[in-house]
Nanobody, 134 residues
Framework: EVQLKVSGGDSVQAGGSLKLSCSAS????????MAWFRQGAGNECELVST???????TYAESVKGRFTASQDNAKKTSYLQMDRLKFEDTGDYYC????????????????????????????WGQGTQVIVSK
C-alpha cells in the first residue's frame, strides 16, 4: 500500500519557521513530480510548491522567497522549509505525488475534494495543520 505521511505542522508566531515533511512508502519516489498544497481560509486548495524529479522547483507568488522545497530520495522524503511565516500562511498543508498537472486541472476545489480526485492522478497525503499567530 502506498502512503504519504505528512508531519511537521505546529503553531508558531509570525516571523517564525517550520519544516514540513512528506514521507513516502510503498512506491518508487525519485521519478515522480511532487507538490505541496494548502487549504487556507478560502474555499480553493492552493498549490504552494512543486518539485520536479530533476530538482526544479516552482512556488506560488505568495510564498516565493520564504518557502523552500527539497527532497531526499534515499529517505523517500520531501520537505517544505517555511521561513518568515505570515498569518495568511495558516492552513492545512498536504503533499501529493504523481501527475501534478492532472491534479491542478481540477481547479476550484477544496483540498479535501481535490484529495479525492487526485487519487486518479497519483497519491495524496493527509494534511498537517500550520497555525501562524500575529
Amino acid at each position: 500500500e502506498v502512503q504519504l505521511k505528512v508531519s511537521g505542522g505546529d503553531s508558531v508566531q509570525a516571523g517564525g519557521s517550520l519544516k514540513l515533511s512528506c514521507s513516502a512508502s510503498g512506491i518508487t519516489f525519485d521519478a515522480r513530480e511532487m507538490a505541496w498544497f494548502r487549504q487556507g481560509a478560502g474555499n480553493e486548495c492552493e498549490l504552494v510548491s512543486t518539485l520536479e524529479p530533476d530538482g526544479g522547483t516552482t512556488y506560488a507568488e505568495s510564498v516565493k522567497g520564504r518557502f523552500t522545497a527539497s527532497q531526499d530520495n534515499a529517505k523517500k522524503t520531501s520537505y517544505l522549509q517555511m521561513d518568515r511565516l505570515k498569518f495568511e500562511d495558516t492552513g492545512d498543508y498536504y503533499c501529493a505525488l504523481g501527475d501534478i498537472l492532472g491534479m491542478r486541472a481540477n481547479g476550484g476545489l477544496t483540498c479535501g475534494e481535490l484529495g479525492e480526485k487526485a487519487r486518479v492522478f497519483g497519491y495524496w497525503g493527509q494534511g498537517t495543520q500550520v497555525i501562524v499567530s500575529k
